[in-house]
């Protein structure tokens, strides 16, 4: 081998790039000292682009094919080195592959909340995040702009820059909408597209566009939407009065199913208080009723009989307008008892008396009732003392 062929053997005669990762937008390639020599094959792929930099100018840049490197597919570098007759010598140009395919799932969130004006709740504050996906549309611009002499110009180091675009741009977006708060989650497609052409027309000078916006979930503060949630439950309760009814009859069949202690009190309460609303609506429906004659003597019956008074008996006088029957029965005592550390009960006066009966219930055990402040020995309470009249208090301590 002669020297002149060792000398070709150092040029470079095949130039492509093989992308393995997923994330490099911008390659260059490796030529170190190498010169590139005319005649080489060029191969760029599909969602590919290489451009050729001559002392630090663009000189030609190629879309997917692939290309054998002489002066008449070289117009601009060959214009740049004066190539006027077609001089067949190797040339040193740096070489850029671009990756023009979609990069996918880039994620965006607003770090404060954007204010925009609700027609419904005012002035809200709104949280965002979401994915978006970038291309190069114009890979000179691009390495003009943002990628430059990098060597691996990846995704990393431009999705902070286009999510400030991002988040600057969703405040008007969201705004320009004129979409209620509430309905937001119904138009994030047509917020998302919006956003995606605006931003692709904001982009345009680097050479990247945004064919696709997803915006994920608007959210909320918490107090706000705890506030929805409230007048969501009041609107699914609708009537406020058929749902306490319901609510009561519930509370009832959990109090049967729970025999005896609590359950039989608040069994006992609340049949009285659905006793009294079934009696008070029957009063407000039933027409009023003819005078009864007075009970306590027989009717009037015109002239009176020997013996007798002139004066026919005062009759009662009826019910007021107003009046919804007799008043409810009063509510028996509910006792409680304190034995060997538990509370027993509740038990009305002539079960408290059994127990007395049967000297569970001495001067000294605590008992307890509505209305008492505290427990207290059975002894000391005036209500329950006449029942321990014939038991004996406790003993004296002895020496």
């Not at 064919?211 to 007048?231: G, M, T, Y």
């Not at 359950?263 to 006793?275: F, K, P, R, Y």
């Amino acid at each position: 081998m002669g020297i002149m062929d060792r000398i070709r053997g150092e040029f470079i005669d095949i130039i492509e790039w093989t992308d393995d990762s997923r994330d490099t937008i911008v390659w260059r390639f490796p030529r170190y000292d190498n010169e590139i020599k005319m005649g080489a094959r060029l191969t760029v792929r599909e969602s590919q682009a290489a451009v050729f930099i001559n002392e630090g100018q663009v000189a030609d840049a190629y879309s997917p094919g692939m290309y054998t490197l002489q002066t008449q597919n070289m117009p601009i570098l060959s214009k740049l080195k004066g190539w006027k007759y077609g001089f067949d010598s190797p040339f040193r140009a740096e070489v850029y592959f671009v990756n023009t395919r979609q990069f996918t799932d880039l994620k965006w969130g607003t770090q404060n909340p954007v204010i925009v004006r609700d027609p419904e709740f005012g002035m809200v504050r709104l949280r965002a995040f979401g994915a978006f996906a970038i291309r190069v549309v114009d890979p000179t611009a691009l390495l003009r702009e943002l990628a430059g002499t990098d060597p691996q110009f990846r995704t990393e180091e431009v999705a902070g820059y286009l999510r400030q675009v991002i988040v600057g741009r969703l405040g008007n977006a969201l705004a320009t909408a004129r979409v209620p708060v509430l309905d937001l989650a119904t138009r994030q497609d047509v917020i998302g597209e919006a956003l995606a052409e605006a931003l692709t027309k904001e982009l345009a000078p680097v050479g990247i566009a945004i064919p696709k916006f997803i915006i994920e979930n608007i959210s909320l503060p918490p107090e706000v939407e705890e506030a929805i949630d409230r007048r969501s439950q009041m609107g699914i309760v609708g009537n406020l009065d058929d749902y306490t009814r319901f609510q009561t009859a519930q509370a009832i069949e959990e109090a049967a199913r729970n025999q005896g202690g609590a359950g039989e009190g608040l069994g006992i309460g609340l049949g009285m208080a659905l006793g009294q609303r079934a009696a008070g609506g029957m009063a407000g429906q039933q027409p009023y009723q003819a005078q009864q004659p007075y009970q306590g003597q027989p009717p009037y019956q015109g002239q009176p009989q020997p013996g007798q008074s002139q004066q026919p008996p005062a009759a009662q006088p009826p019910p007021g307008p107003g009046s919804a029957g007799p008043p409810p029965l009063p509510t028996a005592e509910q006792w409680y008892v304190g034995a060997n550390g538990q509370q027993l009960g509740p038990f009305d006066r002539n079960q408290l008396a059994q127990r007395v009966a049967a000297g569970e219930v001495r001067h000294d055990t605590l008992v307890w009732k509505t209305g008492m402040a505290q427990w207290a020995p059975a002894g000391q309470v005036a209500d329950v003392a006449p029942l321990l009249a014939n038991v004996p208090p406790p003993l004296p301590p002895q020496s």
